[in-house]
């Protein structure tokens, strides 16, 4: 089987779920997971039962299709997991038979295709697809169960940065996607500096080439703040939200991961729907502007972040 993955961490990690579905219900048979690079290294260590093949976001499939297949011969069955056509042309060229989701050339392409449920949670994506192999649909509340080396490794990154995990609370201030979904990051610069006048020990958590917007929240909370980040995969940004008390974030891929590995999150909501994208689990708070409001992440007060942050580690003790 070959299983192609979403291009965005968030996304990734709400479809981690419907993943295990599927190489669950091929115990025995050969997986091939097609990812991009800074996902190899998690889904080797989650599934390491399967092989991970990795290219970049906007890789030819016909590049694609020779890596993962190898030089072999073509799979049994393939499946993506991407609503683009990239995604469908790969396991064309790579498998017999193959599904997906609708539209983006499903016709012309695919073995069989499925609609999505937009009313349903994102996890839930992938259910109709598990069913047309005879699987059942996604388990929402299914963790990873991480090599006790990666959360070794996220300790050993605190630890080097001078911060006591037992009051570590992570900021995310980025997004992939633009800036409709950033908090401003003055705000969270506002907010890591009450954190730390309550003992707290705010920690920014970034990825590559995001240095500025941590100069920038570092400059609001007038203290420069431990950075983690800046040069690590997403095995590595797993393992920092390990040791993490709980994860301040936007609707991004940091907080669906943080959720993910079971960390606790504050997930600051805008123009994006709770409803479909909701960090999973329980145990997470949910912040979103008042209706209405205009500039709807600017909506979301400093005031509301920090008493929900400092409620949920009350609760979390």
């Given at each position: 089987?070959?299983?192609?993955?979403?291009?965005?961490?968030?996304?990734?990690?709400?479809?981690?779920?419907?993943?295990?579905r599927l190489v669950e219900?091929?115990?025995?048979?050969?997986?091939?997971?097609?990812?991009?690079?800074?996902?190899?290294?998690?889904?080797?260590?989650?599934?390491?039962?399967?092989?991970?093949?990795?290219?970049?976001?906007?890789?030819?499939?016909?590049?694609?299709?020779?890596?993962?297949?190898?030089?072999?011969?073509?799979?049994?069955?393939?499946?993506?997991?991407?609503?683009?056509?990239?995604?469908?042309?790969?396991?064309?060229l790579g498998s017999r038979?193959?599904?997906?989701?609708?539209?983006?050339?499903?016709?012309?392409?695919?073995?069989?295709?499925?609609?999505?449920?937009?009313?349903?949670?994102?996890?839930?994506?992938?259910?109709?697809?598990?069913?047309?192999?005879?699987?059942?649909?996604?388990?929402?509340?299914?963790?990873?169960?991480?090599?006790?080396?990666?959360?070794?490794?996220?300790?050993?990154?605190?630890?080097?940065?001078?911060?006591?995990?037992?009051?570590?609370?992570?900021?995310?201030?980025?997004?992939?996607?633009?800036?409709?979904?950033?908090?401003?990051?003055?705000?969270?610069?506002?907010?890591?500096?009450?954190?730390?006048?309550?003992?707290?020990?705010?920690?920014?958590?970034?990825?590559?080439?995001?240095?500025?917007?941590?100069?920038?929240?570092?400059?609001?909370?007038?203290?420069?703040?431990?950075?983690?980040?800046?040069?690590?995969?997403?095995?590595?940004?797993?393992?920092?939200?390990?040791?993490?008390?709980?994860?301040?974030?936007?609707?991004?891929?940091?907080?669906?991961?943080?959720?993910?590995?079971?960390?606790?999150?504050?997930?600051?909501?805008?123009?994006?729907?709770?409803?479909?994208?909701?960090?999973?689990?329980?145990?997470?708070?949910?912040?979103?502007?008042?209706?209405?409001?205009?500039?709807?992440?600017?909506?979301?007060?400093?005031?509301?972040?920090?008493?929900?942050?400092?409620?949920?580690?009350?609760?979390?003790?």
């Open positions: 089987m070959l299983v192609d993955l979403p291009n965005w961490v968030g996304d990734q990690m709400m479809a981690m779920p419907a993943l295990n219900g091929n115990r025995g048979g050969e997986i091939v997971l097609h990812t991009r690079p800074s996902m190899v290294r998690f889904l080797s260590a989650v599934f390491s039962q399967t092989r991970v093949v990795a290219s970049p976001r906007k890789a030819s499939p016909f590049s694609s299709a020779l890596k993962v297949r190898g030089g072999g011969r073509r799979f049994d069955i393939g499946i993506t997991l991407r609503n683009a056509a990239r995604g469908k042309i790969l396991i064309r038979w193959c599904a997906g989701s609708r539209g983006e050339g499903a016709q012309l392409l695919l073995s069989a295709s499925c609609g999505i449920d937009r009313s349903r949670h994102q996890v839930h994506d992938a259910d109709s697809l598990l069913a047309v192999l005879g699987l059942e649909a996604a388990d929402a509340s299914w963790r990873p169960d991480l090599p006790a080396g990666i959360e070794a490794e996220g300790e050993a990154a605190l630890r080097n940065i001078g911060v006591d995990r037992e009051r570590a609370i992570g900021l995310a201030p980025s997004t992939a996607r633009g800036d409709a979904k950033r908090w401003p990051a003055r705000r969270y610069g506002e907010l890591a500096a009450r954190l730390r006048s309550r003992g707290y020990d705010p920690v920014v958590v970034i990825g590559p080439g995001e240095d500025a917007v941590a100069d920038e929240l570092s400059r609001a909370a007038r203290h420069e703040l431990p950075v983690v980040g800046r040069n690590t995969d997403v095995a590595g940004l797993a393992a920092v939200a390990t040791g993490l008390r709980l994860l301040v974030g936007n609707d991004s891929g940091p907080m669906q991961l943080a959720a993910c590995v079971g960390t606790p999150v504050v997930a600051l909501f805008g123009p994006t729907d709770p409803g479909r994208t909701t960090p999973l689990g329980s145990g997470h708070c949910v912040v979103s502007p008042p209706p209405g409001c205009d500039d709807r992440m600017r909506g979301i007060s400093v005031d509301e972040v920090e008493a929900a942050t400092v409620d949920l580690v009350r609760q979390r003790q």
